[in-house]
């Protein structure tokens, strides 16, 4: 089958694949339209549910915005009000919490930046509570850190990642990562969060070791977007109207190249940057008592 790391186009290609619509055994599916925005919840219940669709048991929240063209403040606005509703939804959270925010990917590659692109706009208060408490008094605790890829590094993430909790002990973990869609319509349209972590690399088949609440012994948040798309996806949706090949019968007769090329947008800087805006404000005005409105004093 084609790659996703969404469980909302894992359920979706389960029906196209079955020519039904009905439950999914151990799947439990949940839409809501909201201002334009499409907001679907996606519960994989059991054992059953988890082969179904391939991804973890846990909670999957999708945030579906209009097209990248059509960006605007208020799709801005509301995409951060909807990420804070859905973030705070999946982890609970007191004043006296400490989130480590982790942003994975490799920046020099603009689809894969998303992370720590949204890593230089995290209000970031760990050190302060210390150096300076009565400036952040009211704001959250929070550290941050873009580790980069271990072809940079040498270092599996989650061995970063553990060495960072071993000397400051957080609650919570939130991960940032860029993901792969089947749909292109999708790309820098969508946000996924879930409770369950993530296996950076996986959207590309190039996976390390997960981290999840297993590997790190405390609650982890993935939070991604769409940035590529398999060639051969596209190819076959292409081709799809005129012949409707299964995709097993298509997949089985496409050169080993197609299926290994990786596609993203020409406009993939701008939406690198309209899709880093919304994840910074709805994860800062998630960790932070701050109103949307008033975020550029803390950021710049």
Do not use: W
Request: proline share 5%; glycine share 8%.
């Amino acid at each position: 089958m084609f790659r996703t790391d969404l469980a909302l186009e894992a359920k979706e290609m389960v029906h196209e694949a079955s020519g039904k619509t009905t439950e999914i055994e151990g799947v439990k599916a949940e839409s809501q339209e909201r201002d334009g925005l499409t907001i679907t919840t996606v519960d994989i219940l059991n054992e059953n549910g988890k082969k179904a669709l391939g991804k973890e048991i846990g909670r999957y929240i999708t945030i579906e915005l209009p097209p990248h063209s059509s960006f605007c403040e208020a799709y801005y606005r509301l995409g951060c009000i909807e990420l804070k509703k859905a973030l705070l939804s999946l982890l609970d959270l007191n004043k006296n919490n400490e989130v480590l925010v982790v942003g994975l990917g490799n920046r020099e590659i603009t689809p894969d930046a998303l992370g720590s692109l949204v890593l230089q706009k995290l209000i970031v208060t760990r050190h302060l509570k210390t150096l300076a408490p009565d400036a952040v008094e009211e704001l959250g605790t929070v550290s941050g850190i873009a580790p980069g890829v271990m072809g940079m590094t040498g270092i599996e993430t989650v061995e970063i990642i553990k060495g960072i909790l071993e000397k400051t002990n957080p609650s919570a973990i939130i991960v940032i990562d860029a993901l792969a869609s089947r749909s292109t319509k999708r790309i820098g349209t969508t946000i996924q969060l879930c409770n369950t972590g993530i296996s950076p690399g996986s959207g590309i088949g190039n996976t390390r070791k997960a981290l999840n609440s297993t590997s790190l012994g405390i609650p982890v948040i993935a939070i991604g977007v769409p940035m590529v798309v398999d060639a051969a996806t596209i190819a076959f949706d292409a081709i799809y109207e005129s012949s409707k090949p299964t995709a097993e019968e298509f997949l089985k007769n496409i050169p080993d190249t197609l299926k290994n090329m990786i596609v993203t947008p020409k406009e993939i800087d701008k939406i690198l940057v309209n899709m880093s805006a919304i994840l910074s404000g709805g994860i800062n005005t998630a960790l932070h008592p701050i109103p949307l409105e008033e975020l550029s004093q803390y950021t710049g």
